[in-house]
């Protein structure tokens, strides 16, 4: 029954032929047998037997009532065993739940680890363990340590760090678990000098458990490990809960690390902030220097101003100090302002201009940043006179992406500018590019400004020539008005309204000054009509001309015309035809 799983049923003599061996262990009374399997989730749980003294035929009925019987058995059994079973699993989850929390709240590694090895040797059935972990000290030097429970320390202390054996390499490379019914018939075992095996004194390991414990980022940080003298103890439920608990583990030691790591960043600040008593002195000076030179800078979008403004602050900061505010002119640097104590010959070398090439001139253009020249050298720098100064730096302005000027401040009685000094030039410098840039953009924005508001008066202008259209009889008026309108939109100029009359151009209407009297006279007596190409092209042609640069032989008027750069020639249509 045993064997095939199958209910057996014997009475009489056939019991005795079938089961002679029962003679002497079955009561002597008991003359008939009914054995039925308890099989509980696929397994032979036990087995229900029933004995009788009567021969029994055990029918039909009987064996159904029998097999029912059974099955309520195995129900019952089956309920039994589900329930232990979630009762474990429960106790299971409210460990590695309490791991979990500790894990999480805890953030002095030592402790962290120590409870992970002890709730490891708890879950896995472990008789100890051992969790060999990766630090780093403060000069970022990598080392190990480990943490043990279930045994004492010292049954470990004489022992080496383990190395990347055959058997340790799997868990510390991350290759995967690495669980042993029995560690000393696996084939990676016994391979390594000088133990070739476990050293002498090494507490006995048969069962052997071993999972790599990972980072996020994919970083091995160390590995737990489990024994038992026994073989065959750790299942896979185990090793399920051990990976379970070194994800728990890799989250903890990451959120130690950064913590430690905060500390640690925490002190060195603190050491560092004696360290730079002095340069924030500096700064301080040079935020002193910003301050007074944007309040200064915040009334006035001038250049030049703002320039002089930026000296002045200059001129505080250093006992003896010149400085200048250069601009490009072709292929030279021409000073604009200075401060009133350059000598007259300084004066006469930087009006005159520094070469564009000069290397520190250069210098500063090429790469859009100050340059602070020690040891100045009038010869090789290209700018005569100024060999009273000692150090000089220059500034580009940058705004957009063009180098617009150059501040230069040069300090006598000095070879060498100090920490504190070129912070002084570097936050002027910056607080006048931050103006200059302004300067810029409230200038773009007026122009918008004057742009759009001449927009308007246009269209306004053109809705009173459109609204007049109907009203307004006069052709001459009309023509007055639209010029007026176009006049509005356009730079300074002047606007004429020409018709032919026979072999001559009249002028019928003119708005704005000719700004030449001989000029002004001839057209008032008329041009003749072949000749004045500017007039007779359009009135031909039917199509606009537009010079951007006037050709002055086009009309025969010689130097009359010598102010006048661009012009714009339309036909005015009536009907089917340009009739004037």
Known sequence: MVRTGQPTYVSGEAFDRRFP???????????SLAALPLQVGGSLWGVLALSFTEERAFGPQERAFLQALVQQCVQALGRLEAQGRLQEQAETLRRLNRVGQTVA????????????????????????????YNVMNEQQESYMLYTLSGVPREAFSSFPMPRNTHIFAPTFNAQGVVRSDDITKDPRYGHNHPHRGMPAGHLPVRSYLAVPVVSRSGEVMGGLFFGHEAPGVFTARAEELVLALAAQAAVGMDNARLYQQLQDSHRLLEHRVEARTHELEAQAAALEAFVRFTEAAGISTDVYTLAREAMTVFRGFFAECSAAYYELDGEMWRAKVWTEDIEPAVVASITAGVPADAPAFAGAVASRAPVFVDGWDPAREQV???????????????VGDEVAGLLAVGLKGTQRWSGHGQAVVRSTGRSLNLSLERAAVSLQLQKQRDALQARTQALEAFEGLTRNLTLEADPYTLITRAQAIMLS?????????????????????QLGDLRNAELQRQVDAGLPYSVTRT?????????PLFQDEYDRR????GSTVGHISATASLPVKAGAGCTA
Do not use: C, H
């Not at 709240?105 to 060999?132: N, P, Y």
């Not at 004429?496 to 009249?506: H, T």
């Open 535 to 543: 007039v007779r092209i359009p009135f031909e042609s039917g199509e």
């Open 489 to 509: 939109l356009l730079p300074e100029g002047y606007s004429i309204y020409w018709e032919r009359e026979g072999d001559m151009w009249q002028a019928k209407t």
């Open 21 to 31: 061996g029962s003679v002497g262990v079955r009561a002597a009374q008991t003359r």
């Open 554 to 557: 086009n009309d025969n008027l």
């Open 105 to 132: 709240a805890e953030l002095d590694l030592g402790r962290m680890v120590q409870a992970v090895t002890d709730a490891g040797v708890e879950l896995s059935g472990a008789q100890f363990g051992a969790f060999f």
């Open 384 to 398: 005569a006179a100024t060999e009273a100064y000692g150090t000089v730096a220059l500034y580009p302005m940058v």
